[in-house]
């Protein structure tokens, strides 16, 4: 039975970590194995039929299916995993409350992509207690934050680059708000002296362990409410995952730094010109990666330095070249440069396409994190809620924490 597609709260939160957490155990050698770095994937052995499958298709079919894998198509377990996944992944959308008319001025220096994400943001912070002072974390600007304070309610904007502090001050002094704007690092010790108890903290897309301080100072700090809807779950200092809650800090899973890129790997709407240069780019790296494992007669990956984009503009054999230098590697001479450009394209299908078994783990393995900050939420004394504050078009990071203290 398929869960309700409404907010989750409650004894929701965990039972739905827990059957979250299995299905990532039971699944890691189809995620964690990336096909970029490695020739074959151990479970190709094992699902021969869906990996040649996968193997044959063009690098135009998998981008079709990139940010929606599990409308594919494709042999077992394919389909199995793709049912299971969307299963756990269901979250329903928080309630909305209409914004009403907005003062033009708030939406200064604001793209207009990022301006619906705030909107949308601010309209489904539904308390059960009306919000008294807001705190916006990592403000930037601190758009979010003017939006909130438009009446009249007081707001503390923390931000660390000071440019970015100045601006955000006169732009809230220009419209008159009760509004402070300060520089501070997040991170730094003295950040929980910003802290209040009757402050409603909100961050729209706070990095890793940015949001994660924000998490823990406020539940110690006795903050009433919070809103957060986090993102770049792998921009943390530790090798590994630092579990919040007590049922992931039981849990056997263990995520490396590098296990928390995959709910960020969605393409993102990008034009014609820079998705050319992004395969291009890729497709020059795994021809190279084929040459340097004959080269240094290892099946080893070597990573290699990021280059500027006029390298593409660069003769093939002149990449690989001045790649290879990089690497301190001496190619062979009468490598037949075309042929190997063309194995670079055709590899680049294959990944993409093979890729798309570890696509049907990216929401379920960010909903495990978001249930990770939610539990330790309900743990620290607050009635948590998660669900959906925008469409997946107006941004992949669209789910949004609630928390208010009991």
């Keep these: 039975m398929l869960p309700n597609d409404t907010p989750l709260t409650g004894s929701d939160l965990l039972q739905r970590f827990q059957a979250l957490d299995g299905f990532l155990l039971d699944h890691q050698a189809l995620w964690r194995p990336k096909p970029f770095t490695v020739l074959e994937l151990a479970w190709e052995r094992d699902h021969p039929e869906l990996a040649a499958w996968l193997r044959s298709r063009s690098l135009e079919d998998a981008d079709a299916v990139h940010n929606a894998p599990e409308q594919l198509d494709a042999p077992a377990p394919f389909p199995a995993l793709a049912a299971t996944a969307a299963k756990l992944s269901v979250v329903g959308e928080l309630p909305a409350t209409p914004l009403g008319k907005l003062p033009n001025q708030l939406t200064v220096d604001v793209p207009g992509r990022k301006w619906q994400q705030i909107e949308a943001f601010a309209s489904r912070l539904e308390f059960a207690e009306a919000p008294q002072h807001w705190l916006d974390w990592c403000a930037g600007k601190g758009h979010l934050g003017r939006l909130l304070a438009r009446d009249g309610k007081p707001l ?4 660390f680059d000071n440019a970015l502090v100045e601006d955000g001050q006169r732009l809230s002094d220009r419209l008159q708000l009760h509004a402070r704007h300060r ?11 910003h802290l209040q108890a009757g402050h409603t903290a909100v961050a729209l897309h706070a990095c890793g362990d ?14 009433r409410q919070l809103a957060v809807a986090p ?7 530790s090798e590994h995952y630092q579990p919040l809650s007590q049922a992931a800090q039981s849990s056997t899973l263990q995520l490396s730094r590098d296990d928390l890129r995959l709910p960020l790997a969605e393409t993102v709407t990008a034009g014609a010109r820079v998705r050319r240069q992004r395969d291009g780019s890729m497709a020059r790296r795994l021809a190279f990666d ?7 007669s290892s099946n080893d990956y070597l990573s290699t330095p990021s280059v500027p984009p006029t390298w593409l503009d660069k003769p093939f054999a002149d990449y690989c070249r001045d790649l290879a230098a990089l690497r301190g590697l001496d190619l062979p001479a009468g490598t037949n440069w075309q042929e190997l450009e063309a194995r670079g394209w055709q590899r680049l299908a294959q990944v993409r396409n093979l890729e798309l078994v570890r696509g049907l783990f990216r929401r379920p393995m960010e909903l495990w994190l978001l249930l990770d900050r939610a539990l330790f939420l309900e743990e620290q004394g607050y009635r948590a809620t998660l669900g959906a504050f925008c469409a997946t078009r107006m941004t992949p990071r669209n789910l949004l924490l609630l928390a208010e203290r009991i």
């Excluded at 301080?213 to 110690?220: G, K, P």
């Design 156 to 159: 503390l904007s923390l931000e």
């Design 183 to 193: 520089q501070q690092d997040v991170l730094a010790p003295d950040a929980r002296e």
């Design 210 to 223: 940015l949001h994660v301080r924000l998490l823990q100072l406020a539940s110690t700090r006795g903050c």
């Design 231 to 237: 993102c770049c779950y792998n921009r943390i200092d």
């Design 290 to 296: 084929l040459l340097q494992r004959e080269v240094r």
